[in-house]
């Protein structure tokens, strides 16, 4: 393969760099992929899959604790077996990493090849050197080339955190015990996933955060999910910030002291993790040689088209510092190769991107906040309601949470949908249809919606904008 030429290039091989392939091989273009590491990038092999699969554990745990507030049912759940559930974790991602990455490229036919590339040649003749793990250097030549290497876990440069150790997202899903006390850095989703799946195995978990949970929700979202985790025994230490983690020595345990509303306090726990968002990865790729420009987290600038400041290399997913989703980074790759090798002048749209944190319960949004509305200086209408009025809610014995509607006051037009509730991702992935048809409140509180179910909650909001809902019966 040394020095043949492809059409399409590609370095990574994660949801971005599939859904590129797939796309040019159905265009008839010849693809070479290269990874340095485990076929299938962060979602499947430490991110979504994973971490996902530990919460629906713990969620089932959970449950059986939390069973007494069905009246009758006693049930309880003992000490978790975490090696065991680690191996089942493992079991699920290799199945899936197999059917859904490896098997697939072959069924396509496009070229896998493994080593760690960087680009060579000049900004008009771009080239890639792969270096092979044992140590062969082979040249790939191609017409267009995709970067979609993802990004990794941030770590800021705190005294003494690396001489210490300290769990990520990724080595906490590998941990073979459950920590018995854990110090969260963070309040974002990963923060916020991993100090409930931690809680809810047996640990006594503490996060400490700079602003609020979920700073760039509805500050309702906060406020929800801070009731709901001092509930749960999680303790949220707002407005807080760690300058230097040491080691006790004779309990062995984390110390770390921390700057919090403008004093003082030091946290111990027998593990820390570090949960600060994530930076792209592209520290090794030579982008400088080849005149591709970077941003100050090290992503590849890209414009609304995802091409690079070099008209034939691309970028897609997290490496571009865009939204973290795989289904974001799976739309950049099928865009780039449009892009790339038809007419097509396509522009990623972020307008109506579902937005989900998998806690429980969940976090789902779409559109606009009311901030953002404001920001934009549209005249808006906004509704809350909580969930002690969607019959779901009160059915589950759960009624923490609530679904907000963000409205043009002038129009009815909905512009944006909150809830945090059970199952609000599909309350979400409800709110992106109702923004891409341009419904008004008016409309959805006059549509069908079945009852006993979670997303019969976006209706009875909508009819709140006219209604005192707390005088409709059930189907009303």
Known sequence: MTNERFDLAIVGSGGGAFAA????????????????GTVGGTCVNTGCVPSKALLAAAEARHVALDSSRFSGLFASAGP???????????????????????????????????GDASFTGTQDTPLLRVTSPDGAVRTIEAGHYLMATGS?????????????GYLTSTTAMELDEVPESLLVLGGGYVALEQAQLFSRLGSRVTMLVRSRLTSHEEPEVSKALTGVFAEEGIRVVRR??????????DTGGLIASASVAGGREVFRASRLLVALGRRPVTERLNLDAVGVKTGTSGEIV???????????????????????????????????????????????????????????PAVGAVGMTEKDAVAAGIRCDCRVLPLQYVPRALINRDTRGFIKVVADRDTGRILGLTAVAKDAGEIAAAGVYILEAGMTTGQVAGMWSPYLTMAEGIRITCKAFTTDVSKLSCCA
């Open 80 to 114: 978790v077996d975490m090696h065991a559930l680690i191996e089942g974790k493992a079991a699920l991602v290799e199945s899936m990493r197999t059917e859904k990455y490896i098997d697939l490229a072959a069924d396509y036919g496009w070229a896998m090849v493994e």
């Open 302 to 360: 890209v414009d609304s088209r995802l091409a690079s400041s070099n008209p034939r290399i691309w970028a897609a997913g997290d490496v571009t510092g865009h939204r973290e989703f795989v289904y974001v980074a799976a739309a950049h790759g099928t865009l780039a190769v449009e892009n790339a090798f038809t007419d097509a002048v396509a522009e990623v749209d972020y307008r109506h991107l579902p937005r989900v944190t998998f806690t429980s």
């Open 21 to 36: 392939a797939i796309r040019a091989v159905g265009l008839g273009k010849r693809v070479v992929m290269v990874e340095r």
């Open 240 to 249: 807080a910030t760690v300058d230097a983690v040491s080691r006790d020595e």
């Open 152 to 164: 990794t876990p941030y770590v800021p440069p705190v005294p003494g955190l690396a001489e210490t």
